[in-house]
């Protein structure tokens, strides 16, 4: 496995251990954590850096709105993207390959090629976004649910979402 699947794997299984080991009050207490942490100089705002660092591109946040827990979903995969990050950060993944493509010749193969590489990434995350979404209505339900796969089918506005080939 590359680096990229293998913290993807990583990150699952931290998610469902993480929402399996814990109740909501943890979840709202990583949310609360999470919020601390978030200081942004008050007269410029957050930089461009720090927003895409924070995950926080068009679709993301798009995808966080329709969410049942889309802002705990989302803060729980941050969370376990950064307690894995000895492995790759994904988030960090993400903007390092935007800047690259950036850099390169406009329409050139190697442009393309790392635009593609971005945009997988970006995808992986939202899933990620996605499946600790589900992870907690499950938890909600008790386990009384459907598979990922078989949810995911049913909320086809997450997939339209999700397939977007856009790096905002």
């Known amino acids: 496995m590359g680096r990229g699947r293998t913290t993807t794997g990583m990150v699952t299984a931290c998610l469902i ?3 399996m080991k814990f109740g909501e009050q943890q979840n709202d ?5 999470d919020l601390a942490t978030e200081i942004y100089d008050p007269m410029d705002g957050p930089s461009e850096e720090e927003v895409y660092l924070a995950g926080e591109y068009k679709t993301i946040l ?20 950064d307690l894995m990050q000895d492995v790759q950060n994904l988030r960090k993944a993400i903007y390092d390959y935007k800047l690259k493509a950036e850099a390169c010749e406009k329409g050139s193969a190697k442009g393309r ?3 593609n590489i971005t945009v997988n990434y970006l995808y992986r995350y939202g899933t990620l976004i996605v499946f600790a ?6 938890r909600e339900k008790q386990g009384l649910g459907v598979t990922f796969p078989e949810w995911l089918h049913e909320h086809r ?11 905002d």
């Open 17 to 19: 251990a993480s929402t």
């Open 29 to 33: 207490k990583v949310a609360e954590d």
């Open 62 to 81: 798009q995808l966080v709105g329709i969410l049942s827990h889309g802002k705990v979903a989302k803060r729980m995969t941050d969370r376990a993207i």
């Open 113 to 115: 090629q790392l635009v």
């Open 133 to 138: 979404n589900y992870l907690i209505e499950m």
């Open 157 to 167: 506005e997450i997939t339209k979402l999700l397939e977007r080939r856009s790096l």
